[in-house]
């Protein structure tokens, strides 16, 4: 029989992601609220010890796995053994930082004086003209980051629909950066109370041993 | 109380996603203190859905003396 669930609020921040993505196109200053997407997250980890973003709150993971498993548009395999890596998920998160802090140090010379590049990066690589976009009214440091932080939230969100296609539904939450830095938050933090648990619960065994790790 | 044979087994690699909390009809499976998935043995009655969505494929159903 099937379990009856009650719909939470929470269950509908797969709208907010959607907003987010067309917001950004209409006004690329929409970007900034990608700001919360980053440090909700975070601060879920350092202070509640958690990944509760990732496990209730994601609206991308929620829109995903909607796509994925309501609509069929996944092939629903398990991603390759590389994917799943702890290298691939490190690696991943260090070029993803990297990516971040070039963009960081654009918007830097932005706010030093150099001129505004009216462009949204997709993919890394390419270079999307986005000249519609009215920032004149706002200092051209804002507008800067808006550009930059929109690149890489479409860059995220169009890996991890292509994952969601090739793979199952929520293979984007393997290697996410927000994913990987929160788990290695509650590592830092809950790793030791982790490992005593383990020991003495009446859980699964193989994930006792490796949680602390 | 009657336990299954079988039980899911969580492997380290686990990335504490949370896609096995939402599909367990038991509510067997939790994501212990954002580190890794922990499965109530005396809960898990060895379905396999929790195997079948993870994006990690560390789920695996096994026999139960198998996971101790």
Do not use: H
């Not at chain 1, 909607?66 to 260090?94: A, D, I, Q």
């Amino acid at each position: 029989m099937k379990k009856a669930t009650k719909k939470k609020w929470s269950d509908y921040l797969w709208i907010a992601e959607l907003c987010y993505l067309f917001l950004g196109l209409f006004n690329i200053l929409f970007a900034w609220l990608g700001m919360l997407f980053f440090c909700i997250p975070l601060f879920v980890a350092i202070f509640g010890g958690s990944k509760a973003y990732c496990n209730r709150y994601c609206g991308r993971g929620q829109l995903l796995g909607l796509l994925g498993e309501k609509l069929k548009l996944s092939r629903n395999v398990p991603p390759p053994k590389f994917l799943r890596s702890p290298w691939f998920r490190y690696g991943f998160l260090t070029f993803f930082m990297i990516m971040f802090g070039l963009m960081l140090f654009s918007t830097y010379r932005v706010f030093t004086g150099a001129p505004l590049s009216q462009t949204v990066t997709l993919l890394w690589v390419f270079k999307l003209p986005w000249q519609w976009a009215d920032v004149s009214f706002v200092a051209p440091w804002i507008g800067q980051f808006a550009f930059g932080f929109f690149g890489v939230m479409l860059t995220s969100t169009i890996v991890g629909l292509v994952t969601m296609v090739l793979f199952r539904p929520l293979s984007w939450c393997v290697y996410c950066p927000m994913g990987t830095m929160t788990q290695g938050i509650c590592k830092l933090r809950n790793g030791k109370k982790s490992k005593e648990y383990g020991r003495t619960g009446k859980e699964d065994s193989r994930t006792a041993e490796g949680a602390g790790q | 109380m009657i336990l299954s044979r079988k039980m899911a087994s969580i492997g380290k690699e686990c990335v504490a996603c949370g896609c096995c909390t939402r599909v367990c009809p038991k509510e067997a499976i939790q994501i212990a203190w954002g580190i890794s998935a922990r499965v109530d043995q005396e809960k898990c009655v060895g379905c396999g859905k929790c195997a079948k969505v993870c994006p990690a494929a560390v789920i695996d159903i096994v026999e139960r003396g198998a996971a101790q």
